[in-house]
């Protein structure tokens, strides 16, 4: 019977775990990246309104 390579095992647990950081860094990144980006488009152009139609005189 084979002994059970312990070390390998644990190498791993370590790169998932270490890769679940990653990804979760990712997110948070993009997850603050994407309301910076709403913010800035609305102040280069005020005329759009929150919803990002214009704000001005309806035709009709």
Request: net charge positive; charged share 30%; proline share 8%.
């Amino acid at each position: 019977m084979a002994k059970p390579n312990y070390q390998f095992e644990k190498r791993q647990r370590e790169q998932q775990k270490k890769l679940k950081k990653v990804e979760k860094a990712q997110r948070k990144v993009q997850a603050t990246q994407l309301p910076e980006d709403a913010d800035t488009q609305a102040a280069q152009d005020p005329s759009l309104a929150q919803n990002g139609e214009p704000s001005g005189p309806s035709l009709m």
